[in-house]
T-cell receptor, first 111, second 112 residues
Framework: KQEVTQIPAALSVPEGENLVLNCSFTDSAIYNLQWFRQDPGKGLTSLLLIQSSQREQTSGRLNASLDKSSGRSTLYIAASQPGDSATYLCALVSQGGKLIFGQGTELSVKP | SAVISQKPSRDICQRGTSLTIQCQVDSQVTMMFWYRQQPGQSLTLIATANQGSEATYESGFVIDKFPISRPNLTFSTLTVSNMSPEDSSIYLC?????????FGPGTRLTVL
């Protein structure tokens, strides 16, 4: 059974720092991997999608990488801002579109 | 991308009653799903909403408790039946046509 683990569970950094969020999974036979952001009490916002044939994707200050052989993905956030404070979720996407989520990393960026 | 709306955004319900949540997508999509997020937890898939046929439920979820309809490619409903306080959660609809999935804002349900 596929399991997704995110480390750390919570992270607090001062504004301006670069940071890395980690996601690991047990079965390398994945379809795609998607990173989301969730603000308290809100729905999910899609940040980046990495298809299984890709190794990374970039959007603005965000860069996500995927290493299927080691079962890992990382989300790199450059020059963090207080507005980046949220919970970040990684999810494995099956061929049928189903998502298997990690427990999330709660990020707090202090001004 | 797809823009997804849900109604209601939140509700407070009495034990034993039922609530139907609506999910509307702004474009035709092939895939629609319903997820549950219990307090302090991540998201768990309830079922795949199949257009014109019965939904496909994940282990631990049954049709009698969570009946789902999907009459067309842009709309689906989830009913939470015979509610108990343990059903208090955020219920989220997701949709997509290919590799990427998009989410609605969620429905926050509190059962007293």
């Amino acid at each position: 059974k596929q399991e997704v683990t995110q480390i750390p569970a919570a992270l607090s950094v001062p504004e301006g720092e670069n940071l890395v969020l980690n996601c690991s999974f047990t079965d390398s036979a994945i379809y795609n991997l998607q990173w989301f952001r969730q603000d308290p009490g809100k729905g999910l916002t899609s940040l980046l999608l990495i298809q299984s044939s890709q190794r990374e994707q970039t959007s603005g200050r965000l860069n996500a990488s995927l290493d299927k052989s080691s079962g890992r993905s990382t989300l790199y956030i450059a020059a963090s801002q207080p507005g980046d404070s949220a919970t970040y979720l990684c999810a494995l996407v099956s061929q049928g579109g189903k998502l298997i989520f990690g427990q999330g990393t709660e990020l707090s960026v202090k001004p | 991308s797809a823009v997804i709306s849900q109604k209601p955004s939140r509700d407070i319900c009495q034990r034993g009653t039922s609530l139907t949540i609506q999910c509307q997508v702004d474009s035709q999509v092939t895939m629609m799903f319903w997820y549950r997020q219990q307090p302090g937890q991540s998201l768990t898939l309830i079922a795949t909403a199949n257009q014109g046929s019965e939904a496909t439920y994940e282990s631990g979820f049954v049709i009698d408790k969570f009946p789902i309809s999907r009459p067309n490619l842009t709309f689906s409903t989830l009913t939470v039946s015979n509610m108990s306080p343990e059903d208090s959660s955020i219920y989220l609809c997701s949709a997509g046509t290919g590799a990427e999935q998009f989410f609605g804002p969620g429905t926050r349900l509190t059962v007293l």
